[in-house]
């Protein structure tokens, strides 16, 4: 069992930037990737941004060249460091971890509750 608590969220401005951790404890010897996944009002769930234990990376083509994701496994802790912010990326911001299997995509195993991230215009 692995539990994901986030940190980081809030309020900034148009072009402002945002730093969110996430820090996993339980089993965490059983977590393959780590991410995280943003949902907005009345728009799907997403993913923003995935991570290897090796620390190979993905984004979403909408966050790709502003937003970076890296993990210190020694502090069992994954971060999503958040620049050029628009309006169009408030959203709730969720961590997950995926148990190891033989995909190649984010499943989403556990997750965090949650943190909000809001942009003003």
């Known amino acids: 069992q692995v539990q994901l608590v986030e940190s980081g969220g809030g309020l900034v401005q148009d072009g402002g930037s945002l730093r969110l951790s996430c820090t996993a404890s339980?089993?965490?010897?059983?977590?393959?990737?780590m991410g995280w996944y943003r949902q907005a009002p009345g728009k799907q769930r997403e993913l923003v941004a995935a991570?290897?234990?090796?620390?190979?990376?993905n984004y979403a083509d909408s966050v790709k060249g502003r937003f970076t994701i890296t993990r210190d496994n020694a502090k069992n802790t994954v971060y999503l460091q958040m620049n050029d912010l628009t309006p169009e990326d408030t959203a709730v911001y969720y961590c997950?971890?995926?148990?190891?299997?033989?995909?190649?995509?984010?499943?989403?195993?556990?997750w965090g509750q949650g943190t909000q991230v809001t942009v003003s215009s």
């Open positions: 339980g089993r965490i010897f059983s977590t393959n990737r």
């Open positions: 991570i290897t234990r090796v620390g190979t990376t």
């Open positions: 997950a971890a995926d148990r190891p299997h033989f995909g190649t995509t984010m499943r989403g195993d556990y």
